[in-house]
């Protein structure tokens, strides 16, 4: 046995022959990831039994899943609370297309991963008739190249370790995103004469995100100091409860206003009277009036700064604008992810983290007076009977959920964003960015699946609709072999109701029936049985719920399983209704 044979192997294996795959599982390891997240494939066989054979099966453990794109959805929702990546491996360019709609979801919501792929033998004299043909693509990262941050096909074991280490340190470098690396089949089951000479991992970690301009530092200090009205829009921000607290600091030592989005996780206590509302599609009036007020804003990595921007403005934005980002770094043209162009007067070209460190200490002191907090809308009263309105469904979960600790991991699209609740820096993880239906359940798990390896004590719960629920639903069998303890309730309105009101809206600007607007989104006629879908796959389902005064008893009684380390569906009959939607601002229903 070679002396550089890393540790932790079978004793057994070591005077047997090592092959290209074992070197590949070792730089797996040394990554540290706790999980593989897979679907079987034939394309990538020398490493999954290097990941058995090899490594025992742990560090990284596998995450068998049954579609690939599940395998990269339980990674997104591990991702969002670990703040590092997990492994994925996807099999050759037919996992690969699978996989697609999820990666673009890690790659809006800038998130790490390392998704690992395969292809038949590139040298053709090596492949078996037809299936290795067919398996094999002569630019496979093209599928994905436009939406991930970098991909590679090394050509030998040692190049391959050095893909990932590549690979791991491009996809935790600010801004995060997914990269790919496609594995030939080959250079798996190529056997090693020895064990190649590495350098140590430590010496390729991340670099740490850029240093913050002094003089846009200053000149930004300057503006918030000066202020008379600042508003803080706090967006994409790490899950640290360290920088949570300066946050706040920085608001009052500035004495600004705070909007949040629902599209990203917490940024910023909900109930702390500098907040004034969390926004989804449009700005909510409270929202419209402290942007109209202010005279400062700044931006903390806002994921739509220059929409929200012109919502309230249209062409001319009065207040001066500071933008802490380095989002532009990965911005492409194939996809318009970017967003529109903000008009700003002073850039922070680094995380929001390293310019609030830089700020504090200019503002702090300044003796800023606290604004009047801003009088919130009071949740929906709740009937004592009768059917489920998402106001009134919205209202029901936090008189259940005030008072415990839990993180929520999804939200639908139409749920009202002034219900939202965030008293820690893992309370709400924000809408899948990407906008991908199917992604819910997968990211739920993989959320759950990170607070569990936390230690957290914060309970997960995902709150999803039925459309969402369906698509990803064979995902819950991963939460039931890896006993994943995780609520997932379902908000069935039996509808792919937003396309229900872009047909309305649309049907109503031809002047043709609006009443149609059902015809070919209705999942109803039979109605699925949503708790039999996670009955069938191991899981506690309870439902359907369809009368208001069961539904506080029912998600207790789905709190109370996960309590128990068990996974858990609730299904919830609701009304077709959302708050809002893309087409419309306000609260829209049959």
């Known amino acids: 046995m070679d002396k550089k044979r890393p540790s932790g192997i079978d004793p057994s294996l070591l005077n047997k022959p090592i092959f290209g795959s074992d070197l590949i599982a070792s730089a797996l390891r040394e990554q540290e990831f706790p999980y593989v997240c897979l679907n079987p494939g034939a394309s990538y ?23 690939e ?32 709609m999820s990666i673009f979801n890690a790659w809006c919501d800038r998130l790490p991963m390392v998704i690992l792929g395969a292809t038949g033998p590139v040298d053709a004299a090596l492949r078996r008739p037809y299936i290795d043909w067919i398996h094999t693509a002569a630019d496979q990262g093209a599928l994905v190249r436009n939406y ?21 340190q491009i996809a935790m470098t600010p801004p995060c995103g997914p990269v790919y690396i496609n594995l030939d089949a080959a250079v798996q089951e190529t056997a090693l004469e020895a064990w190649p000479e590495l350098e140590d991992v430590s010496r390729f970690a991340p670099p740490p995100p850029p240093g913050a301009p ?36 920085l608001a009052e030592a500035a004495g600004a206003r705070v909007i949040t989005s629902s599209w990203t996780p917490s940024a910023f206590p909900t109930e702390h009277p500098l907040h004034v509302a969390t926004t989804n599609f449009f700005p909510t009036p409270a929202a419209r009036e402290a942007h109209e007020a202010a005279d400062v804003v700044l931006s903390l990595d806002w994921n739509d700064l220059g929409g929200t921007l012109r919502n309230v403005w249209r062409e001319d934005v009065r207040p001066k604008v500071i933008s802490a980002s380095v989002d532009f770094h990965v911005h492409r043209g194939w996809s318009m992810d970017y967003q529109a162009l903000p008009a700003v007067d002073v850039s922070i070209p680094t995380t929001p983290e390293v310019a609030v460190d830089g700020l504090l200490p200019r503002v ?60 820690h820096p893992l309370a709400y993880l924000g809408n899948i960015g990407g906008g991908g239906l199917g992604a819910g359940p997968g990211v739920a798990i993989g959320a759950a699946l990170a607070l569990r390896e936390m230690g957290s004590d914060s309970l997960p719960v ?50 043709r029936p609006p009443e149609n607007r059902w015809i070919g989104q209705r999942i109803d006629d039979p109605p699925p049985d949503l708790a039999a879908l996670a009955r069938a796959q191991g899981l506690e389902g309870d439902g359907p719920v369809e009368d208001i005064a069961d539904l506080a008893a029912a998600i207790e009684r789905g709190l109370e399983s996960v309590r128990s380390g068990k996974p858990y569906v609730l299904d919830v009959v609701a009304l077709g209704e959302y708050v809002t939607t893309p087409v419309h601002g306000g609260r829209k229903s049959d």
């Open 214 to 249: 002094e003089d846009a530092l200053e000149a930004a200090a300057e503006l918030l100091r000066a202020a008379e009205s600042p508003l803080i829009l706090a967006g994409r921000s790490s899950r640290s409860r360290a920088d949570w607290d300066k946050r706040i600091e």
């Open 364 to 423: 702090r002191g300044a003796g800023k007076a606290r604004p009047p907090a801003i009088e919130k809308p009071t949740l929906a009263d709740i009937p004592g009977s009768g059917p489920i309105g998402i106001r009134e469904f919205a209202a029901v979960w936090r008189g259940v959920a005030d008072g415990q600790k839990i993180s929520v991991t999804t939200l639908p699209i139409g749920w009202p964003p002034d219900a939202i609740h965030a008293d």
């Open 69 to 100: 794109e599940h395998a990269v959805s339980i990674a997104h929702g591990y991702a969002r609370v670990a703040e590092r990546p997990l492994a994925v491996i996807v099999h050759s360019n037919v996992g690969l297309m699978h996989a697609t």
């Open 148 to 168: 991930t941050k970098w991909d590679d096909q090394p050509g030998s074991p040692a190049a391959a370790v050095e893909a990932i280490r590549r690979g791991a």
């Open 462 to 511: 995902s709150i999803m609709g039925d459309g969402d629920y369906l698509m990803g639903v064979n995902a819950l069998w991963t939460a039931a072999h890896m006993k994943i303890p995780v609520l997932i309730i379902v908000d069935n309105n039996r509808s792919y109701f937003n396309d229900e009101m872009h047909q309305e809206n649309i049907a109503k600007k031809r002047e």
């Open 45 to 67: 066989r020398g490493l999954h039994d290097s990941i058995v054979n090899f490594l025992g099966n742990a560090t990284p453990e596998m995450a068998l899943v049954l579609h």
